[in-house]
């Protein structure tokens, strides 16, 4: 299993313009969610799907859209960035919303100019 | 959402056991205590979780206290690859809140 994937590893972004991040997992996870690292600090949650065509707003959802048609992706559109989104970006899916192992993809490190 | 106390940061030398501490005493009686970690330029990894009574795994311990209001992760033998930032989270059908962790250093 390649476990939770995300593209691309980095991406340069100017002020204004729109982008997607893809996540996808092959466990077949229920859940999966989307986190910003910003630099020293802890992930906070942007947006999250308890299963396709299901998703809600995080802690920080404002500038990101999401959607869920199938269980195996969940990406992640910027409308039009701004250099506050340069962050580090993690998706996260598991077995369900509750007290399950969270997998995390690799990150995609997004600089907005 | 139940907060959380962790120190900074820890040092520890190779080979030697680790205890992290963690301090969340308005945690709700339905709330597992996770922790996860993150090494270097990772996504963090699931390490232990538990509810009331001990836990071990091939990766670590959790010690949790009686009244539930504090919690210790223990790494028996430090190695350098355990040098991480490490997440203490309670949490059950919510969201999952990082803080700001613990930042532990391993030296040879």
């Known amino acids: 299993n390649a476990g939770v994937t995300q593209t691309p590893k980095f991406q340069v972004l100017k002020t204004g313009q729109s982008m997607t991040l893809q996540c996808a997992q092959d466990?077949?996870?229920?859940?999966m969610s989307w986190y910003r690292q910003d630099p020293g600090m802890g992930l906070r949650l942007i947006h999250y799907?308890?299963?396709?065509?299901?998703?809600d707003q995080g802690e920080v959802p404002n500038g990101y859209n999401v959607s869920r048609s199938t269980t195996e992706d969940f990406p992640l559109r910027l409308l039009s960035a701004a250099p506050s989104q340069t962050s580090v970006y993690f998706c996260?899916?598991?077995?369900?919303?509750?007290?399950?192992?969270?997998?995390f993809g690799p990150g995609t490190r997004l600089t907005v100019t | 959402d139940a907060k959380t106390t962790q120190p900074n940061s820890m040092e520890s030398n190779e080979e030697e056991p680790v205890h992290l501490p963690c301090n969340h005493s308005?945690?709700?009686?339905?709330?597992?205590i996770h922790w996860y970690r993150q090494l270097p330029s990772q996504g963090p990894e699931y390490v232990i979780h538990?509810?009331?009574s001990n836990v071990n795994n091939r990766m670590a311990s959790l010690a949790i206290a009686e009244d539930r209001k504090s919690s210790t992760l223990i790494l028996h033998r430090a190695t350098l690859r355990d040098a991480a930032v490490y997440y203490c989270?309670?949490?059950?059908?919510?969201?999952?809140?990082f803080g700001a962790g613990t930042r532990l250093t391993v030296k040879p």
């Open positions: 538990g509810l009331t």
């Open positions: 466990m077949n996870h229920e859940y």
């Open positions: 989270i309670p949490y059950n059908n919510n969201d999952m809140r």
């Open positions: 308005t945690i709700s009686g339905t709330d597992y």
């Open positions: 799907s308890v299963g396709a065509g299901i998703t």
């Open positions: 996260a899916s598991s077995y369900g919303r509750g007290p399950y192992e969270q997998y």
